[in-house]
C-alpha cells in the first residue's frame, strides 16, 4: 500500500518570499507524483506533475524529484496571498489511482 | 460552464438510509473515478473506471457501489449509511493509460450522516 507523508503540515510566509513543501513516497515505482491546491469547500486542482529524476519549472513553480531518496519538493517562488491554499502532493499508479497525503496548510501573509 | 457536475452539493441522510450520488463530466474523457475526503483522513481513493468497466476498486465495503449508465457518468450508490460514511465525496476524470494524464476533481458532494 503507498504511503505518501508531506511536511510540513503548515506554513507562513510572508508575500514575496519562497514556499517549500515536501513530500515522501514509498514505492520508487510509482508512476508520477503531482501535486495540486485545495482551497476551502472546492476540489482539488492540478497544479505541476513529474515523473523523471530531476527537476521541472511552470511559471513560479519549480518541482524537484529524486527517486533514490523517494522525495519529492514544491517550491513557489515569489508567493502570493492568493497562494495560501492546502497543497497536496499525491503519487499516482498504472491503474489510475492517486494516493494523497495529508497535506501542507500554505498562509502567505501580505 | 463547470465541466464536472456533482449533485447535490450538500446531503443530509439519516443512518441506515440509502443514498445515490451524481458525476457527469464533459470533458470528454474516459476514465472516471471517485475519492472521499473525511475530517479524519487524507482524500481517499475509492474507485476507478475506464470506458465503463471497473479498473481498481480500494472500497472494503459493498455497500458503496459505482454505477455508470453513460460513458460520461459515473454515480455512487451508497446503502445501509453510517455516521461515519460522513464525507466530501468528489468525482474525478481523466483520459485513461498513461501517468502524466491529469485527473480533473468536480466540487464534491458533502454528505453528513445523522
Known amino acids: 500500500q503507498e504511503k505518501v507523508q508531506q511536511s510540513p503540515e503548515s506554513l507562513i510566509v510572508p508575500e514575496g518570499a519562497m514556499s517549500s513543501l515536501n513530500c515522501t513516497f514509498s514505492?520508487?515505482?510509482?508512476?508520477s507524483i503531482w501535486w495540486y491546491q485545495q482551497h476551502p469547500g472546492k476540489g482539488p486542482e492540478a497544479l505541476i506533475s513529474i515523473f523523471s529524476n530531476g527537476n521541472k519549472k511552470e511559471g513560479r513553480l519549480t518541482v524537484y524529484l529524486n527517486r533514490a531518496s523517494l522525495h519529492v519538493s514544491l517550491h513557489i517562488r515569489d508567493s502570493q496571498p492568493s497562494d495560501s491554499a492546502v497543497y497536496l502532493c499525491a503519487v499516482r499508479t498504472n491503474t489510475g489511482k492517486l494516493t494523497f497525503g495529508d497535506g501542507t496548510v500554505l498562509t502567505v501573509k501580505p | 460552464d463547470p465541466k464536472i457536475i456533482q449533485k447535490p452539493k450538500y446531503l443530509v441522510a439519516v443512518t441506515g438510509s440509502e443514498k445515490i450520488l451524481i458525476c457527469e463530466q464533459y470533458?470528454?474523457?474516459?476514465?472516471m473515478y471517485w475519492y472521499r475526503q473525511s475530517a479524519k483522513k487524507p482524500l481517499e481513493f475509492m474507485f476507478s473506471?475506464?470506458?465503463?468497466?471497473?479498473?481498481d476498486n480500494q472500497t472494503a465495503s459493498s455497500r458503496f457501489q459505482p454505477q455508470s449508465s453513460k460513458k460520461n457518468h459515473l454515480d455512487l450508490q451508497i446503502t445501509a449509511l453510517k455516521p461515519d460514511d460522513s464525507a466530501t465525496y468528489f468525482c474525478?476524470?481523466?483520459?485513461?493509460?498513461?501517468?502524466?494524464?491529469?485527473?480533473?476533481f468536480g466540487p464534491g458532494t458533502r454528505l453528513t450522516v445523522l
Open positions: 470533458l470528454g474523457h474516459n476514465a
Open positions: 514505492n520508487s515505482a510509482s508512476q
Open positions: 474525478a476524470s481523466s483520459q485513461p493509460g498513461t501517468g502524466g494524464a491529469e485527473q480533473f
Open positions: 473506471y475506464s470506458y465503463q468497466k471497473l479498473m
